[in-house]
């Protein structure tokens, strides 16, 4: 692992850039790392934990986008797709909602309005009062917005000049909180 006070010198020396992507390459080639074997083992809560926990990282450092916008941002810029469902930004809040409620609470009335359905070929579906997710379609799309030369990689194409400064400056107060 490099040196955290080197490391610290790269980013303040460095472009905006230089930390925005130590942060994605981190989080690909280690986090998911993590959220790729909890699919293979069909650990669907885990699976939306770390998506979830993924984006805000990304939203709250890079572009400044906390909560429920942030999330939404993530799901509209890197996730969503035109296959049938899979917008997956239109249930934002139910997604959030439900990720709050698997972290923080478990049980909740909130449970009753989405339901998983592993079967399906959308990626979610309302009938009646409840919102049909299926979380197999939902990691492919986060999966394929990580692959090379996806959105993910393309993220600097949604930030001025004055926003990519304002990115590093925050990422590098981000790095130096815990000690």
């Not at 986090?31 to 939203?59: C, P, Y």
């Not at 450092?61 to 916008?69: C, V, Y």
């Amino acid at each position: 692992m490099e040196d955290k006070t080197k490391r610290l010198k790269r980013f303040q020396n460095g472009p905006p850039i230089e930390i925005m992507e130590t942060l994605l390459n981190s989080l690909a080639n280690y986090f998911n790392r993590e959220i790729d074997q909890a699919a293979d083992s069909k650990l669907w809560t885990l699976v939306i934990l770390g998506v979830h926990a993924v984006a805000l990282t990304i939203m709250e450092g890079i572009f400044d986008k906390k909560g429920l916008t942030g999330f939404t941002f993530f799901l509209k810029s890197f996730i969503d797709s035109t296959d049938d469902g899979c917008d997956f930004s239109t249930i934002a809040a139910d997604i959030h909602q439900h990720r709050n409620v698997i972290a923080h609470q478990w049980l909740s009335v909130s449970g009753y309005h989405l339901g998983y359905d592993f079967e399906m070929m959308k990626g979610w579906d309302k009938r009646g009062d409840t919102i049909f997710f299926n979380p197999i379609k939902y990691c492919e799309l986060y999966k394929k917005a990580f692959s090379a030369g996806s959105k993910m990689w393309q993220y600097a194409k949604l930030l001025s000049e004055n926003d990519a400064e304002d990115s590093k400056k925050r990422l590098i107060e981000r790095y130096e909180k815990f000690k």
